[in-house]
């Protein structure tokens, strides 16, 4: 069974500070990877994802995304935080093959709050 | 115009009332999805369709049913509601494994 864990409910961070959100994953055989946000009273955005090449992704707004297999994570980061950058952010992941193949696990989901 | 629209986008309805969510997608993808968010446990999966006459469960099926009417619309329902089915629910499609979502609809049953 595939699995993604958000060890932190909650990130506070200082605008202008950097900012990362963590993500650990449990797939069977090769992951890919995704990271979501999700602002109030609203659906999920797509942010970024990984699926094989480099490891360092980048995406919408600023973000990016280590993938390191070893340590089986995908932390999104950001150089420089926003006060627009809180939100509510979802790690997902899904097997690039076999029955978890079809089907998107999320994670519990982080929450972003930059402070001005 | 939103590319996954999904009606209602607020409902408060009564125990053991049945309701239905709709779902309609301009984006012309295969595959559509829905969703149920809950505070802290994430987004789980309810159902999921890769074209219309493939529909499947979700780790949460139980309570809901699914019609895929068209490629593009995708309605969940509620036989009979009850409160523990309290959430804010979403459609999406996909492509290439990337999810599109809606903009939710919240529905409260008391």
């Known amino acids: 069974a595939q699995s993604v864990a958000q060890p932190e409910d909650q990130v506070n961070v200082a605008e202008g500070n950097p900012l990362t959100v963590k993500c650990t994953y449990s797939?069977?055989?090769?992951?890919?990877l995704f990271w979501y946000v999700q602002y109030p009273n609203r659906g999920l955005q797509f942010l970024l994802k990984?699926?094989?090449?480099?490891?360092l992704v980048k995406g919408s707004y600023g973000f990016e995304a280590e993938f390191n297999k070893s340590q089986t994570s995908f932390h999104l980061k950001k150089p420089s935080a926003l006060v627009s950058d809180s939100a509510l952010y979802f790690c997902?992941?899904?097997?690039?093959?076999?029955?978890?193949?079809?089907?998107?696990?999320f994670g519990k989901g982080t929450k972003l709050s930059v402070i001005p | 115009d939103a590319d996954v629209t999904q009606t209602p986008r607020n409902r408060i309805t009564k125990t053991g009332k049945r309701i239905m969510l709709e779902c309609s997608q301009t984006?012309?993808?295969?595959?559509m999805y829905w969703y149920r968010q809950d505070p802290g446990l994430g987004l789980r999966l309810i159902y999921y369709?890769?074209?219309?006459?493939?529909?499947n469960k979700g780790e949460i099926s139980d309570g809901y049913s699914v019609s895929r009417q068209a490629q593009a619309k995708f309605s969940l329902s509620l036989e009979s509601a009850i409160p523990n089915q309290t959430a804010l629910y979403f459609c999406?499609?996909?492509?290439?494994?990337?999810?599109?979502f809606g903009e939710g609809s919240r529905l409260t049953v008391l």
């Open positions: 990984y699926i094989t090449g480099d490891n």
């Open positions: 999406a499609t996909s492509v290439f494994g990337e999810l599109f």
């Open positions: 984006k012309g993808h295969d595959r």
């Open positions: 797939v069977s055989g090769n992951p890919y």
């Open positions: 997902a992941v899904r097997d690039s093959a076999g029955a978890g193949s079809y089907q998107l696990t």
């Open positions: 369709s890769f074209d219309v006459k493939d529909i």
